[in-house]
């Protein structure tokens, strides 16, 4: 069995030569080539998922960091590879918080590649020594943001969090925090868009990981 790729990436002559390399490959076949975020969403709503989504940083319309965190979100058996001309920690760091397993520069040879894609179908994940640099330079405690602050969460946010790791219901929460059951409806939404959930369970547990709830 052969493992499905598709690339993403908007530079038809590079995807023509990724997709010529890949198709060598004993494991490895090429589904079908997009050139941005939109069309690969587009096949993925016929039903066109693959095992690897290679992609780029930079193309139009819709780019790979919103591609990879849309993929997250919605796909995450998904593995993303990120392929770029891009070296600046910034981007590499974005990218893999958006949830890619992999990242690599497009001047490498094709060996790194086939070795990044059985890295990533085995492990999950492929990091490379000049990557894992990155990312160490990019935890400089100097650097370190407050995860609520990048979370944009408010104060009744926060209220309505820790109300919810409780085995209080929704109507008591609203009875609680003196507004309508549609009000917390509204502050759940926007808490599990935020947090990237999607339960009450997932809730509780990031709450606990994020420090805003203590066991």
Same mark, same amino acid.
């Given at each position: 069995m052969k493992y499905k790729i598709v690339i993403a990436d908007d530079h038809a002559l590079v995807a023509k030569a990724l997709a010529g390399l890949i198709q060598r490959m004993d494991n490895y076949e090429v589904m079908?080539?997009?050139e941005n975020g939109v069309e690969l969403i587009q096949q993925?709503?016929?039903? @066109? !998922?693959?095992d690897i989504v290679l992609l780029d940083i930079?193309?139009? %319309?819709?780019?790979?960091? %919103?591609?990879?965190?849309w993929l997250k979100n919605n796909y995450p058996d998904v593995k993303v590879l990120a392929l770029s001309m891009y070296d600046?920690?910034?981007? !590499?760091?974005?990218? @893999? #918080?958006?949830? $890619?397993k992999g990242y690599l520069l497009k001047g490498c040879r094709p060996s790194e590649l086939t070795l990044a894609l059985d890295s990533i179908i085995q492990k999950g994940f492929y990091y490379t020594e000049y990557i894992t640099d990155k990312l160490l330079k990019?935890? +400089?405690?100097?650097?370190?943001?407050?995860p609520l602050l990048e979370l944009g969460l408010n104060d009744r946010e926060l209220e309505f969090i820790k109300? $919810?790791?409780? %085995?209080?219901?929704?109507?008591?929460?609203? +009875?609680?925090?003196?507004?309508?059951? #549609?009000?917390i409806d509204g502050y759940?939404?926007?808490?599990?868009?935020?947090?990237?959930?999607?339960?009450?369970?997932?809730? $509780?547990?990031e709450a606990i990981r994020l420090g805003i709830v203590v066991l």
């Open positions: 079908y080539e997009v993925f709503k016929l039903h @066109l !998922i693959p930079n193309m139009p %319309e819709m780019d790979g960091y %919103e591609t990879a965190l600046k920690e910034e981007a !590499i760091v974005e990218m @893999l #918080r958006n949830g $890619a990019s935890l +400089n405690p100097e650097q370190v943001k407050n109300m $919810a790791c409780t %085995e209080l219901t929704y109507t008591e929460i609203a +009875n609680k925090m003196c507004c309508s059951p #549609r009000t759940r939404e926007q808490v599990f868009q935020k947090i990237s959930v999607k339960s009450r369970v997932g809730l $509780a547990v």
